[in-house]
């Protein structure tokens, strides 16, 4: 059964501290892997696809890899602001229609 | 902002009654998608609609339907509540069949609690 899982549940930082979250996956038939935000009470907000091993992406603090069993979200001096719960979410080829979501990481960011 | 309208925001039910609930799509989105997000879980694909017809089904009973419209609005209807259906349910429309040509839009929600 195609899976995402999610590490660690939850997060807490001191402003300015760089971490990493993490999200494994079913190995076989990946199709894109979506990194999303959500606020409390809120919709996720799209962050980044990635569709290949190596690929990185990069949005201010944030910046996205993509390995052969695996996705890192980085937060390179984080501020309050970037408190969230951050979803990870992969496409795979038994269902091209569907993100199958992990459970996410409830992030906090104190000053 | 995503264009993605829901209706209502909150509503409270009981059990063994029906609901529907509303989305708006962002405009020119041709496909949209229903997920429920328990709390503390992340989304579950319910289904997708693309240009009126069903495209797709997650692990749902057939009380969980919907419809979508020529204007690509839609709704999810949800009938014979059960306790378990509390949860935030998620439209999110998209510019192409499938997601993996682009990213969903979410809307912010419909959160559903059934007493």
């Known amino acids: 059964e195609d899976q995402v899982t999610q590490s660690p549940e939850a997060l807490r930082l001191q402003e300015g501290e760089s971490s990493s979250l993490n999200c494994s996956y079913t190995?076989?038939?990946?199709?894109?892997l979506f990194w999303y935000r959500q606020d409390p009470g809120k919709g996720p907000e799209f962050l980044f696809t990635?569709?290949?091993a190596g690929e990185e992406k990069e949005k201010e603090r944030l910046k996205a890899t993509l390995t052969k069993k695996e996705s890192f979200l980085h937060i390179t001096a984080p501020k309050p602001e970037d408190s969230a719960t951050y979803l990870c979410?992969?496409?795979?080829?038994?269902?091209?229609?569907?993100?199958?979501f992990g459970a996410g990481t409830r992030l906090a960011v104190h000053p | 902002e995503t264009g993605v309208t829901q209706s209502p925001t909150h509503l409270i039910k009981t059990r063994g009654q029906q609901v529907t609930l509303r989305c708006s799509s962002q405009?020119?989105?041709?496909?949209v998608s229903w997920y429920q997000q328990a709390l503390g879980q992340g989304p579950q694909f319910i289904f997708q609609?693309?240009?009126?017809?069903?495209?797709g089904r997650g692990n749902f009973p057939p009380r969980f339907s919907g419809l979508q419209f020529p204007n690509y609005s839609s709704e999810l209807n949800v009938n014979a509540l059960e306790l378990d259906d509390s949860a935030l349910y998620l439209c999110?429309?998209?510019?192409?069949?499938?997601?993996?040509?682009?990213?969903?839009?979410f809307g912010e929600g419909s959160r559903l609690t059934v007493l």
């Open positions: 999110a429309s998209s510019l192409v069949r499938g997601v993996i040509a682009g990213e969903l839009f």
């Open positions: 609609y693309y240009r009126e017809e069903e495209n």
């Open positions: 190995v076989s038939g990946l199709r894109g």
């Open positions: 990635l569709y290949s």
């Open positions: 405009s020119g989105h041709n496909t």
């Open positions: 979410a992969a496409v795979f080829s038994g269902g091209y229609n569907k993100l199958i």
